[in-house]
Every structure is written in structure tokens, then in C-alpha cells.
T-cell receptor, first 117, second 112 residues
Framework: DTEVTQTPKHLVMGMTNKKSLKCEQHMGHRAMYWYKQKAKKPPELMFVYSYEKLSINESVPSRFSPECPNSSLLNLHLHALQPEDSALYLC????????????????FGQGTRLTVV | SQQGEEDPQALSIQEGENATMNCSYKTSINNLQWYRQNSGRGLVHLILIRSNEREKHSGRLRVTLDTSKKSSSLLITASRAADTASYFCATAKRLGAQKLVFGQGTRLTINP
């Protein structure tokens, strides 16, 4: 199984709503990532989890709150978002680069297309 | 911050022709990866080249890496309509978990 599954595929939310994006992988990867991608732009890293602990936060506003409840699941909790937060949110996972010979390709989910109204 | 610059930003060729995309970066890297994205959905990993490698092949793909010039190129030979997609290079530094930084991407269109 080389899939990263993201739900929901589409989400429309108001600026006062609270919602969550979910991501799941069963490849045994111990690194998981959230990326944000605006139209016609490259993905931008938001958060990195290593061994279920937050290791990188790219100065993301607190209205985005990540959570990694176990080694297979990654959530992104959303609260009080702005219209400019509308984007494609991508989850990814990879092995941790322990040995130089290990592949460290990232596997991406299909993304959640978020619209904030 | 995005350190990768790709050119061209858009490329349109006829089916059967070869497509070459270039990527430049600014800092030292552990490896460089190329990804494909169809219609704004998930990214698919194509190939990874480590900083101590100069060239790598995978099927119709050929990637080169020149660390002295901080640049890489992706060649797709004998292009097909199904190769129409956006292609991104991504550089990785080893920070425990790798931190992938994507280039601006090249939009490739293969005309039948």
C-alpha cells in the first residue's frame, strides 16, 4: 500500500467555522507533512512531524493547528480562516532519512481543496 | 522560502518530441527530486538524485545534477499526451525529516 489518503476531497467553510482535514498512511513512514498550494504556484511547506512530534513549523498562523495522534494519522484543524487561506492542502509522508542509502521520496495524497467564504 | 527556479515556466511540444526542463537552486542539498502534478491534484514522485550523483535514468526520464552550478535538468524522451502536467523540482536538506522546497514548476503541454 503506497497510498496517502486525504479527506475530505473538497471543503467549503465559513470564516467562523471549525473544521479538520485528515490524512492517513499505512506505509510505516515516520515523517508526515502538510503543504499548502495556491493556484499555479508550487507547494509550500507548513508543518513537519517526525516520530509523531512537531519538528518544523514554517511560521504558520495559529488558525492552523496540526495534530499527529499516531504514526498513521495526521490532522490539520482549521479555525477562523480567511478567504486568502483558500488553497489545495496536501499531506505527504516519507521515511526518515536515517541512512544515506534509504530513499526519501515523499508520497503525496490527492489533497483537500479548501474554499473559505 | 522557495529556492528553486525552473525554466521554462511553460513548454509546449509535439507528441514524440523530447522535453527538457531545468531547475536551479541556491543552497547546499542532500538530494534533488522531481515530481509531476496533474491538474492541481497530488504530486507523484518521479526520480531522486543524490548530491553525489551526476546522472540518473528511469524509463523515459533522464535527470542530471551539477552541484557546482547548483542546477538540474529533467529530460523526458519520446513524449506522450499523458505526460501533459506540471513538473516540479524539489531540493531536500536533511533535518531529521527532510524539508522539501519546491521550485516554481514547468507547465508541460504535449500536443497530439
Amino acid at each position: 500500500d503506497t497510498e496517502v489518503t486525504q479527506t475530505p476531497k473538497h471543503l467549503v467553510m465559513g470564516m467562523t467555522n471549525k473544521k479538520s482535514l485528515k490524512c492517513e498512511q499505512h506505509m510505516g513512514h515516520r515523517a508526515m507533512y502538510w503543504y499548502k498550494q495556491k493556484a499555479k504556484k508550487p507547494p509550500e511547506l507548513m508543518f513537519v512531524y517526525s516520530y509523531e512530534k512537531l519538528s518544523i513549523n514554517e511560521s504558520v498562523p495559529s488558525r492552523f493547528s496540526p495534530e499527529c495522534p499516531n504514526s498513521s494519522l495526521l490532522n490539520l484543524h482549521l479555525h477562523a480562516l480567511q478567504p486568502e487561506d483558500s488553497a489545495l492542502y496536501l499531506c505527504a509522508s516519507s521515511q526518515l532519512d536515517i541512512l544515506p542509502s534509504m530513499n526519501t521520496e515523499a508520497f503525496f495524497g490527492q489533497g483537500t481543496r479548501l474554499t473559505v467564504v | 522560502s522557495q529556492q528553486g527556479e525552473e525554466d521554462p515556466q511553460a513548454l509546449s511540444i509535439q507528441e514524440g518530441e523530447n522535453a527538457t526542463m531545468n531547475c536551479s537552486y541556491k543552497t547546499s542539498i542532500n538530494n534533488l527530486q522531481w515530481y509531476r502534478q496533474n491538474s492541481g491534484r497530488g504530486l507523484v514522485h518521479l526520480i531522486l538524485i543524490r548530491s553525489n550523483e551526476r546522472e540518473k535514468h528511469s524509463g523515459r526520464l533522464r535527470v542530471t545534477l551539477d552541484t557546482s552550478k547548483k542546477s538540474s535538468s529533467l529530460l523526458i524522451t519520446a513524449s506522450r499526451a499523458a505526460d501533459t502536467a506540471s513538473y516540479f523540482c524539489a531540493t531536500a536538506k536533511r533535518l531529521g525529516a527532510q524539508k522539501l522546497v519546491f521550485g516554481q514548476g514547468t507547465r508541460l503541454t504535449i500536443n497530439p
